[in-house]
């Protein structure tokens, strides 16, 4: 009867302790993420002066210039990712008549500000197009539609007399 009490307690103890432990884990996080709206401060680095034997105040007349990270070099290319529904559709470009490929295709184009024409071709479906300047990466989604099939016509079962 003795040892009921201290399970007890002991569950309450570990219970407690797994929600403290959750609730530090998640405040720390908290504090970690970004809050919209709030812009963090950028860094910044004093440039050392141009002789080995500086002085405090050499230093701290020092001008403070902002350290961004390097801009990446614009690839010569742009990466244009394309979706169907249904999926499979070849994919031309401009008056090429070989398909680049069937969709969902990662097209690569030349970085341009002259407008392509990207045209999709499925079997059972309209042929669709559309033009887009390849300036920066995208995606294309399309929805592709049915071709109506062609009216057949029924032959007569009465056969007019002359």
Known sequence: ERRRPRRRRWVGMLTMLTFLVGGMTWLMALERTPRAGVE??????VAPPATSAATPA?????????????S??????????????????????????????RTPLSLTLERSDVSRTIRLVAAGYRPASVEVTPSVDGQLHFALERERPRARRRPSAIVPLH
Request: without cysteine; hydrophobic residues 50%; proline residues 14%.
């Open 40 to 45: 963090r401060a950028p860094r910044i680095a």
């Open 72 to 101: 990446p070099a614009r690839s010569p290319t742009v990466v244009v990712r394309v979706f169907t529904l249904p999926s499979g559709a070849r994919v031309l470009v401009d008056a090429e008549s070989q398909a680049r490929g």
């Open 58 to 70: 050499m230093i701290a007349a020092a001008p403070a210039t902002i350290v961004s990270p390097p």
